[in-house]
């Protein structure tokens, strides 16, 4: 199993950036989909979720509006879309998959935020 993360970098205020993950090793289309973040000194915390068909997404209210999250199943890989970034959005983000009991974490791809 493998999620790899990509896309991360360095990104003004108000800019954008994409993260994608590339998902092998298990039936990607059966998983609900989840990207966390973990800022330094901080605890790891949930930034969005998708469901395994891509119908029903979910946001932390820190990124509601901002962010979007969305899946291609043919592809097996699920991206983050940022805008409108804030400095407090630098971080390492992670990518998640979860089905039952079994879940799986991605390595991370850091974040930065700044002028």
């Known amino acids: 199993v493998q999620l790899v993360e990509s896309g991360g970098g360095l990104v003004q205020p108000g800019g954008s950036l994409r993260l994608s993950c590339a998902a092998s090793?298990?039936?990607?289309?059966?998983?609900?989909m989840s990207w966390y973040r973990q800022a330094p000194g901080k605890e790891r915390e949930l930034v969005a979720t998708i469901g395994s068909a891509g119908g029903t997404t979910n946001y932390a209210n820190s990124v509601k509006g901002r962010f979007t999250i969305s899946r291609d199943n043919a592809k097996n890989t699920v991206f983050l879309q940022m805008s409108s970034a804030k400095p407090e959005d630098t971080a390492v983000y992670y990518c998640y998959a979860r089905r039952g009991y079994y879940d799986y974490w991605g390595q991370g791809t850091q974040v930065t935020v700044s002028s």
């Open positions: 090793g298990f039936t990607f289309s059966s998983y609900a």
